[in-house]
């Protein structure tokens, strides 16, 4: 009996061991989930970087002409390189239709005046209604001013320099059919400057300066330049402004060439007010950006986790974001960002 009872108590005992172990198993946190696989990039200071935009030469009076009435081009009395004087008829439409128009639209006044002069004299009389007469008087201005229209389209089939320069350019031909507004020649002033408009980053122009000295490459060839004008509206597709440079020398310089432009004294990025260093990320980084606000993930190595940071959102340049609010050896992440939960373990994967 002693023996059976040791041994009841020995499987008791054993049993119970086996419910705790189990009721501590079943208490134990599950593992921690595998890292998040990420790219991750070195951010890149743009504060100490000079600004450079791409730009176009051209004189700063030029100007496209074309028609405002639709025709036959019968006369092109201009070549590129001709040099032409103000009011010089440079191409000229067949006319034959306006001029038909003239015609008539002067016999019409010289039949509405008769009728006005015999109704205003009929109603001194008082054999026709001074109402009549008033009516008939206004049919004679109004066949008047379709006098006036009829001489302006007649006017309009002759295409003059509006100012004396040279031609630069002539897109259309002798015989060519031409819509209104479409481009017939293009003319320049010699005698204005000459000059590269450059389309700057909005972000850049509080930088900028009239005056300030610029430097202008063309080819393997550089010309010195000061900025002249700054404009007052961003593109909305594009988010630049245009700015002009005034080059100090013309000679071999063409009209349309294409030119690079870097602003002396002129930071990239110069809009990141306060103080703060501006800094380039690559765009796939930042989240939720809105009104001068985003915030992008850092990459902590010591802990292999990503920390979350908010940061001052300046713009978009190209593939980068140009943001302020990080140290200059910060990493972030780019690919897998939008998965990323802040403090979560991750991978790197480009590294």
């Known amino acids: 009996m002693r023996h059976g009872s040791v041994s009841k108590a020995a499987r008791m005992a054993a049993l119970a061991l086996c419910v705790a172990l189990a009721g501590c198993s079943a208490s134990e946190p599950p593992p921690p989930p595998p890292p998040l696989p990420v790219e991750v990039a070195r951010v890149v200071s743009s504060s100490g970087t000079s600004l450079r935009a791409a730009g176009t030469i051209a004189w700063q009076r030029e100007s496209v002409l074309s028609f405002r009435v639709p025709g036959m081009i019968a006369l092109m009395n201009a070549e590129i390189g001709d040099r032409v004087a103000?009011?010089?008829?440079?191409?000229?439409?067949?006319?034959?239709?306006?001029?038909?128009?003239?015609?008539?639209?002067?016999?019409?006044?010289?039949?509405?005046?008769?009728?006005?002069?015999?109704?205003?004299?009929?109603?001194?009389?008082?054999?026709?209604?001074?109402?009549?007469?008033?009516?008939?008087?206004?049919?004679?201005?109004?066949?008047?001013?379709?006098?006036?229209?009829?001489?302006?389209?007649?006017?309009?089939?002759?295409?003059?320099?509006?100012?004396?320069?040279?031609?630069?350019?002539?897109?259309?031909?002798r015989g060519e059919v031409v819509s209104p507004g479409q481009e017939v020649l293009r003319i320049a002033d010699l005698s204005s400057p000459l000059l590269v408009r450059a389309a700057v980053p909005a972000h850049d122009v509080p930088g900028l300066a009239a005056g300030m000295p610029a430097t202008v490459t063309v080819g393997t060839r550089t010309v010195g330049g000061?900025?002249?004008?700054?404009?007052?509206?961003?593109?909305?597709?594009?988010?630049?402004?245009?700015?002009?440079?005034?080059?100090?020398?013309?000679?071999?310089?063409?009209?349309?060439?294409?030119?690079?432009?870097?602003?002396?004294?002129?930071?990239?990025?110069?809009?990141?007010?306060?103080?703060?260093?501006?800094?380039?990320?690559?765009?796939?980084?930042?989240?939720?950006?809105?009104?001068?606000?985003?915030?992008?993930?850092?990459?902590?190595?010591?802990?292999?986790?990503?920390?979350?940071?908010?940061?001052?959102?300046?713009?978009?340049?190209?593939?980068?974001?140009?943001?302020?609010?990080?140290?200059?050896?910060?990493?972030?992440?780019?690919?897998?960002?939008?998965?990323?939960?802040?403090?979560?373990r991750v991978l790197v994967s480009n590294r």
């Open 86 to 173: 103000a009011g010089t008829t440079l191409a000229a439409l067949d006319a034959t239709d306006a001029a038909a128009r003239l015609r008539q639209a002067e016999e019409d006044v010289a039949r509405a005046r008769r009728t006005a002069q015999r109704y205003a004299a009929l109603a001194e009389t008082g054999a026709m209604a001074p109402a009549l007469a008033r009516d008939q008087q206004t049919v004679s201005a109004q066949a008047e001013a379709a006098l006036r229209a009829a001489r302006y389209d007649h006017r309009s089939t002759r295409l003059a320099a509006p100012f004396g320069g040279i031609v630069l350019a002539r897109v259309a031909q």
């Open 226 to 344: 000061r900025v002249l004008r700054i404009g007052s509206q961003a593109d909305a597709r594009t988010g630049t402004v245009i700015v002009e440079v005034a080059l100090a020398e013309r000679k071999g310089l063409a009209s349309g060439t294409v030119a690079d432009v870097a602003f002396a004294g002129a930071a990239a990025s110069g809009g990141a007010a306060g103080g703060a260093a501006t800094i380039r990320v690559p765009a796939e980084a930042v989240l939720e950006a809105s009104r001068g606000r985003a915030s992008l993930f850092l990459f902590d190595a010591p802990r292999s986790r990503a920390v979350r940071r908010a940061v001052r959102f300046i713009g978009y340049d190209g593939d980068d974001a140009l943001i302020a609010g990080l140290p200059a050896d910060a990493t972030v992440i780019t690919a897998g960002a939008g998965y990323v939960r802040d403090g979560q």
